[in-house]
């Protein structure tokens, strides 16, 4: 019997709109993040997605020593980096600074899990 959970582009999709919905979210609560408009915003959510995909695993492999020891809290600086790199990529994604970062990271993160749970 077919499974009815999304796979391949619509599962990229289904991503994408929870991360742009995580990022939307994150300039409103986060001082410091400006998105100029949707097309930005759904520009940085696909960017995201292949930052998640491709840099990611790399910087947690390189950081496992620092996430080890500090019983995963490093993983909130790794998101934040990733989340700054997003920034530095997407004309119209702007964030000030590092703490800025991780704080939108982290709401990011958080909207991820959520949805996550939700969508169950």
């Excluded at 990229?12 to 919905?21: G, Q, S």
């Excluded at 840099?55 to 080890?68: D, E, M, R, S, Y």
């Excluded at 490093?74 to 964030?95: D, E, T």
């Amino acid at each position: 019997m077919p499974s009815a959970e999304p796979r391949g582009l619509p599962l990229f999709l289904l991503r994408a709109l929870v991360a742009a919905f995580g990022l939307w979210l994150a300039a409103r609560l986060v001082p410091g993040i400006r998105i100029d408009g949707p097309g930005a915003l759904i520009l940085a959510a696909v960017v995201l997605g292949l930052c998640n995909a491709v840099v990611k695993p790399v910087l947690l492999l390189l950081t496992l020593p620092a996430t080890v020891l500090t019983l995963g809290l490093f993983l909130l600086v790794v998101n934040g980096v990733v989340l700054a790199l997003v920034a530095w990529l997407v004309p119209g994604f702007a964030i000030a600074g590092f703490g800025a970062a991780v704080l939108g990271a982290l709401v990011v993160s958080l909207t991820s899990i959520l949805a996550a749970i939700v969508l169950r």
